[in-house]
């Protein structure tokens, strides 16, 4: 009994510090207001990434927290995504696409539970690798967030993706560079999260692409990550999603 007393409190106290976490780092959506300085932030912020050169990568690569990897053919807009014993050759558009474990192709119930995992995972982890170029997407609505260091580019989603009516606040350094971004998110327990974009790598075509992320203190990590305009560039031989065009 003694045990399960103590667990309780144990259980209780970590839920006040939870709470209490929560509390201290809610912070209000701030209210964006419309200037031209918005346009001259995303332009300040995609010349700093090349975003040029990377309208023009045809491949990419990268990893995910180490946990799922990721091939992209970014010019037709195919993957292929692996975890564990799992790999998925996705068309994300259509969201279908042929699904294996342990390299047998599988059909049915399980086909359709691999392409919808895989289709939650490319959603999510596409934000932490793809978010400073598709600031301009349909479906999201620009202003200013005026900072007494540097003004803040607000971008509110208004539809697409999984979490229509989030918004998130960017800011940069003199560069133009994202070092951070503050998150207003419908799934997180708080108010605003506040996430730093840093290590940016450079991939051969010149766009520079961010390597690591925290979020409530959790590193997340993108790792493996090249690009270019040949399958050789992201180490590949063959055509891997040619039963899929």
Known sequence: MKVLKYLAITIAVLIAVVFSTCSIMSKDLPTGIESPRT???VSDMWEGLNKAAWDTTTYVRWSFAGVHHY????KDNLAQISWKKNRVL?????VDGLTFV??????GKKKQKLIQD????WCNDMYWFTAP????DSGTTLSMVEHEDHD???????SGGVTPGDSYVWIFDEDGIPTGCEMYVQILPIKMVYTPWKNWTTISTGAKLCGEHKMMGIGLTLGNIAGGMMLEDVGLET????AIR
């Open 39 to 41: 346009e001259e932030m």
């Open 71 to 74: 091939l992209w053919d970014k």
């Open 90 to 94: 996705l068309d994300p558009d259509q």
């Open 102 to 107: 342990d390299g047998v192709e599988q059909e």
């Open 118 to 121: 895989a289709w939650s995972f």
């Open 133 to 136: 170029f598709k600031v301009k």
């Open 152 to 158: 803040r580019l607000k971008v509110s989603y208004t």
């Open 239 to 242: 055509d891997i999603w040619a």
